[in-house]
């Protein structure tokens, strides 16, 4: 039973030194990496909101085609 308790114990201590040295080895990225970072983050909102305004604009034409207008 002690064993149990003692393994039990172990496995959230060694979650918060593997997670202690995660954190230390993370570095914060510089002014350049961001600004990098914020443009594709840009760019691909703005794909995705082109490519959904294209979906909307063909499919309100063939639904009103299909449902005759009701």
């Known amino acids: ?7 039990l114990a172990e496995v959230p ?8 040295l995660f ?4 570095t914060k990225p510089t ?3 961001y600004i990098q970072l914020c443009r ?6 703005a794909i995705m909101g082109f490519i959904g305004f294209f979906v909307k604009l063909i499919h309100i034409p ?5 449902v005759g207008g009701a």
């Open 13 to 20: 201590q060694a979650f918060i030194k593997e997670g202690t």
């Open 1 to 7: 039973m002690s064993e149990r308790l003692r393994e």
């Open 62 to 66: 063939i639904n009103n085609i299909l």
């Open 23 to 26: 954190v230390n080895r993370c």
């Open 40 to 45: 594709a983050i840009a760019v691909g909102f």
């Open 31 to 33: 002014q350049k990496e």
